[in-house]
C-alpha cells in the first residue's frame, strides 16, 4: 500500500454523516458502530495527528425534511441534532482518557464551549480532539460547509470525508456499473464533469482556500488512518 509522507497533513478536519452513527437501525445510535469510530480515532491520536471533527445530524433529524415549520427553524432543529452528537462521540472518547471538547457555533454555556479559532487552536496543540457542532451557526448551510469553513479557520492539512461509498466515481457506482473510480481530481475537473462531492457552497469555499478533500468509506475499521496515510484508500480532491 502506497504510503503518503505524514508529515504534509498533521492537523485534520473529519466530516461524518449523522447516519453513519445509527448503522442499520436508520435512527439514534448503534453502539458497535460507535465504538467503531472510537477506536478509529484513538489510532489517530497515538500518531499525534491533531483532530477536530464535525459530525452531522441525520440519525436524529435533516433540518430540510422539517416541512411542517418554517426552514430557518427547521434548521435550528438540525443544527441542534449535531450538538447532540457532538456530545455523545464526546463522552464515548472520554471513557478512553482521550481529552475532548464540544465546541458550538452559538452559546450553550452550561453545554458546550463557543467557537473561537483561538481556543481551538490552543486546545488542539494540547493534543484535546474538538467537535465543531451547531452547523455554521446559521441556516442554509450544511455541515459539509461547517467542516471547510472550520478547517480554514485553525488552518487544516486535510478535510477528510467519511462517506458510505469508498470514493469518488464517474458515476454512481450503484446504478452504473461501467461507473470508474478516481483516486485523484483537482476542483476544476470535478466541477466541470459535475460531481457532487460536496454542496457548491463547501466546494467553493475549498476550492478558493486550496483545503484539499479526502473522500472515503468510514464504514471500513481503520479507514480514517488510512485515509490520511495511504494514496490508495479513498479519492483526493485538490488544486
Same mark, same amino acid.
Given at each position: 500500500?502506497?504510503q503518503?509522507?505524514?508529515?504534509?497533513?498533521?492537523?485534520?478536519? #473529519?466530516? @461524518?454523516?449523522?447516519? +453513519?452513527? %445509527?448503522?442499520?437501525?436508520?435512527?439514534?445510535?448503534?453502539p458497535?458502530?460507535?465504538?467503531?469510530? %472510537?477506536?478509529?480515532? &484513538?489510532?489517530?491520536i497515538?500518531?499525534?495527528?491533531?483532530?477536530?471533527?464535525?459530525?452531522?445530524?441525520?440519525?436524529i433529524?435533516?433540518?430540510?425534511?422539517? $416541512?411542517?415549520?418554517?426552514?430557518? %427553524? /427547521?434548521?435550528?432543529?438540525?443544527m441542534?441534532?449535531? #450538538?447532540?452528537?457532538?456530545?455523545?462521540?464526546? &463522552?464515548?472518547?472520554?471513557?478512553?482518557?482521550?481529552?475532548?471538547?464540544?465546541?458550538?457555533? !452559538?452559546?450553550?454555556?452550561?453545554?458546550?464551549?463557543? !467557537?473561537? +479559532?483561538?481556543?481551538?487552536?490552543?486546545?488542539?496543540?494540547? *493534543?484535546?480532539?474538538?467537535?465543531?457542532?451547531?452547523?455554521?451557526?446559521?441556516?442554509?448551510? =450544511?455541515?459539509?460547509?461547517?467542516?471547510i469553513?472550520?478547517a480554514? &479557520?485553525i488552518?487544516?492539512?486535510?478535510?477528510?470525508? *467519511?462517506?458510505?461509498?469508498?470514493?469518488?466515481? =464517474?458515476?454512481?457506482?450503484?446504478?452504473?456499473?461501467a461507473?470508474? !473510480?478516481?483516486?485523484?481530481?483537482?476542483?476544476?475537473?470535478?466541477? $466541470?464533469?459535475?460531481?457532487? @462531492?460536496?454542496?457548491?457552497?463547501? !466546494?467553493?469555499? /475549498?476550492?478558493?482556500?486550496?483545503?484539499?478533500?479526502?473522500?472515503?468509506?468510514?464504514t471500513?475499521?481503520?479507514?480514517?488512518?488510512?485515509?490520511?496515510l495511504?494514496?490508495?484508500?479513498? =479519492?483526493?480532491?485538490?488544486?
Open positions: 500500500m502506497e503518503i509522507n505524514r508529515t504534509k497533513y498533521q492537523r485534520l478536519v #473529519v466530516k @461524518i454523516s449523522g447516519e +453513519y452513527l %445509527a448503522g442499520e437501525k436508520g435512527f439514534g445510535y448503534d458497535p458502530i460507535l465504538e467503531q469510530l %472510537a477506536s478509529d480515532i &484513538e489510532e489517530l497515538a500518531l499525534n495527528f491533531s483532530l477536530g471533527i464535525v459530525i452531522g445530524g441525520g440519525n433529524v435533516r433540518g430540510r425534511e422539517l $416541512k411542517a415549520i418554517d426552514r430557518r %427553524a /427547521a434548521d435550528n432543529v438540525g441542534l441534532a449535531t #450538538v447532540q452528537n457532538a456530545i455523545v462521540v464526546s &463522552e464515548i472518547l472520554k471513557q478512553r482518557k482521550i481529552p475532548t471538547l464540544v465546541y458550538s457555533s !452559538f452559546p450553550i454555556n452550561k453545554i458546550t464551549s463557543y !467557537f473561537n +479559532y483561538q481556543k481551538v487552536d490552543r486546545s488542539l496543540k494540547e *493534543g484535546v480532539v474538538c467537535f465543531f457542532s451547531g452547523g455554521t451557526g446559521n441556516p442554509f448551510f =450544511t455541515t459539509d460547509t461547517t467542516a469553513l472550520r480554514i &479557520e488552518k487544516a492539512d486535510l478535510v477528510l470525508k *467519511g462517506t458510505m461509498v469508498d470514493g469518488i466515481y =464517474t458515476a454512481d457506482p450503484k446504478k452504473d456499473p461507473a470508474q !473510480f478516481i483516486h485523484e481530481i483537482t476542483y476544476t475537473e470535478a466541477i $466541470k464533469k459535475n460531481l457532487q @462531492i460536496m454542496d457548491m457552497t463547501a !466546494f467553493s469555499l /475549498a476550492k478558493e482556500y486550496q483545503i484539499p478533500i479526502k473522500v472515503f468509506d468510514i471500513m475499521k481503520g479507514h480514517i488512518l488510512q485515509a490520511v495511504s494514496k490508495n484508500i479513498g =479519492t483526493l480532491v485538490f488544486e
